[in-house]
Each structure stands twice: as structure tokens, then as C-alpha cells.
Nanobody, 116 residues
Framework: VQLQASGGGLVQAGGSLRLSCAVS????????MGWYRQAPGKQRELVAA???????RYADSVKGRFTISVGNAKNTVYLQMNGLKPEDTAVYYC???????????WGQGTLVTVSS
């Protein structure tokens, strides 16, 4: 099982980016998917997550600006980020909760840099 994330880059404050993460491998179900981020000198934190039933939750700092969604095939997760702020600068990691060991899988991370 592999998770491939893409879509990071450099953007000015107020701009938008869309992150994508595709799950590949022998899986028959994705329980949940999410995006985390880790800024320099800080711990990794949950940004947004979505269950297989479509229930989404967000960190307070991104509510109203970020939207998490899944593709039709249910094996791709997106993070639409609008109104980006310099404090959103971080490496963003996708995560998938799958019914195969070890259960939690991580993508390689994609860097988002927001300039002021």
C-alpha cells in the first residue's frame, strides 16, 4: 500500500492550493483519510479528516478556509485550501486508515509555503 501526495508549492497569503493524495495497492476499503501538517519546530497536527461515510472534521485554525473531500473511487483525498495564511506554512502529510496492517499509512509529505 502506498500513499502519493501532491499539490504543494509556494503561494502568497490569501491564495489557494489543492492537495491530492492517492492510495494505491491491494485494498478493498478505506476507513478514513486525513491531512496532517508539521511546521518547523512544532508537532504534527491534524488539519482535516473524513470518514468513509463522508463525515468531516477540521482543526479550528482552518475551519471555513479548508475543505476535505474524497474522489469518486474513494481512494483519493483532496484538501482545498483557500485564504492561505503564512501560519499555514508546513509540510502536509496525508494519512489513510485501512483495514490492513499496520492500519495507519502515511504519504511522503508535500511542502506548502505561504508568503506574506
Amino acid at each position: 500500500v502506498q500513499l502519493q501526495a501532491s499539490g504543494g508549492g509556494l503561494v502568497q497569503a490569501g491564495g489557494s492550493l489543492r492537495l491530492s493524495c492517492a492510495v494505491s495497492g491491494s485494498i478493498f476499503r478505506v476507513n478514513a483519510m486525513g491531512w496532517y501538517r508539521q511546521a518547523p519546530g512544532k508537532q504534527r497536527e491534524l488539519v482535516a479528516a473524513i470518514s468513509s461515510g463522508g463525515s468531516a472534521r477540521y482543526a479550528d485554525s482552518v475551519k471555513g478556509r479548508f475543505t476535505i473531500s474524497v474522489g469518486n473511487a474513494k481512494n483519493t483525498v483532496y484538501l482545498q485550501m483557500n485564504g492561505l495564511k503564512p501560519e499555514d506554512t508546513a509540510v502536509y502529510y496525508c494519512n489513510a486508515d485501512l483495514p490492513v496492517s499496520p492500519g495507519s499509512f502515511w504519504g511522503q509529505g508535500t511542502l506548502v509555503t505561504v508568503s506574506s
